[in-house]
């Protein structure tokens, strides 16, 4: 079972932004920038392209509304998506407020977010859903 499955079971305290029966999406606690939110499905697949189609087609749609907050939330030029799927192995895409290319680099420091913050930012992106 990955990290990701014990925290849609509950197992593992997550800031959840968004759920329905397919998929789940909660606060990254080691984020990129303040507002990096990921979406995973509610299965257990490695490889985002292994997905079965249609929650390929529905990720995207379900990531639709919570990418247009993170956008209403934070000071950013757009919500840009990332999948690398490297560190987990379950899939998921990644949503982050960005203004420049560099946002989206995984090779720079991710500190650990405070939960301070992080209640902060969920409350943000919820209160724009």
Known sequence: MTIFSKII?????????AE????????????LRP????VIPKIEIDKLFD??????????????????????SFDCNRCGMSVVGLEVPHAHMHL???NSMNDLN?????????DEDLKNVQEKILAAL
């Open 9 to 17: 079971k509950g197992e593992i305290p997550s800031y959840k932004i």
């Open 20 to 31: 329905n029966e397919k998929f789940y999406a909660f606060l990254d606690i080691y984020p």
């Open 35 to 38: 507002g990096h939110v990921l």
């Open 51 to 72: 997905l079965p189609d249609e929650y390929l087609a529905e990720m995207l749609v379900f990531a639709k509304p919570i990418a247009q907050a993170i956008e209403k």
């Open 96 to 98: 982050i407020p960005i």
């Open 106 to 114: 995984f090779n720079q420091p991710k500190p650990k977010a405070t």
